[in-house]
């Protein structure tokens, strides 16, 4: 946003009146005085007037984002590869909340909110998870689905039930309710299955829906209260304790 704007939405002073501090060399973006109120900054430039840092109240804002194949879900990657922050140009910095594996497809959601990250990722909310996953093998037989419902032993330990289905031979819908590393990959394979293709569905109350790959949408003020409750409304959430990882 202009300069002007930007010290006005600070509370520095109005916009006519912020020009005026502009315009007497007063200003400052990173090392360089700016003299016009019309230069485009954002919440994280570093700007100053007189020598004092002035910051706008970042607006919390959740981003749902369908992550194409290819793409990792940090926010730098070391490897020089895409990253799925790049996919939103919100003007603020933007975190993902958890992991999708490079190669998974699919809902992500991004939020300058730190504090929601952290109670959607944790294990005591259990935030159930949708995806669908393409397996090799063709048709799954009841055993294997029953003991996906029922948990599989992985080698950090066995996981929770999860809600299975096959949508179709060879692939199955899961409703997982942790976050463990590569989890569904894990379990697929732990029952004689390994994934062809993996794509997450919904997260919590959102679904996936229309948004084309690779684009993001903004969610709604509604979509992000009940994201707040959710794991919330669990009759027991404020006297359990967290859950362990299963061993
Ligand atoms: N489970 C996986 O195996 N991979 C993902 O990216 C997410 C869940």
């Not at 109120?37 to 007189?50: F, N, Y």
């Not at 935030?127 to 032993?153: D, I, M, S, T």
């Not at 903004?218 to 967290?242: H, I, K, N, Q």
Request: glycine residues 8%; aromatic residues 2%.
């Amino acid at each position: 946003m202009r300069l002007a704007k930007f010290l006005a939405h600070a509370g520095v002073a109005s916009r006519r009146a912020a020009e005026g501090i502009i315009r007497e060399g007063r200003v400052t973006v990173g090392r360089e005085i700016v003299l016009d109120p019309a230069r485009d900054v954002d919440e994280r430039d570093d700007v100053k007037v007189d020598g004092a840092a002035v910051a706008l109240e970042a607006e919390q804002v959740v981003y749902l984002v369908n992550k194409p194949a290819g793409v990792v879900s940090t926010a730098k990657d070391t490897h020089g590869r895409p990253v799925v922050t790049e996919l939103v140009d919100a003007g603020v910095r933007l975190y993902p909340v958890g992991r999708l594996d490079a190669d998974t497809t699919g809902l992500i959601l991004l939020t300058n909110d730190g504090e929601l990250a952290n109670q959607l990722m944790h294990p005591r909310y259990e935030v159930p998870r949708k995806y669908v996953a393409k397996v090799h093998g063709g048709f799954v037989k009841n055993r294997a689905l029953e003991r996906l419902r029922e948990g599989v032993q992985l080698e950090d330990g066995k996981t929770a039930p999860a809600q299975v289905r096959q949508v179709r031979p060879g692939v199955l819908e899961l409703t997982i309710h942790e976050g463990r590393k590569r989890q569904v990959k894990r379990m697929c394979e732990a029952v004689g299955h390994r994934v062809i293709s993996l794509r997450r569905v919904a997260f919590g109350p959102l679904e996936l829906g229309r948004v084309p790959e690779g684009k993001a949408r903004l969610l709604t003020a509604r979509e992000v209260r009940s994201l707040r409750s959710t794991g919330m409304m669990r009759p027991d959430a404020s006297v359990r304790a967290p859950r362990r990882h299963h061993r």
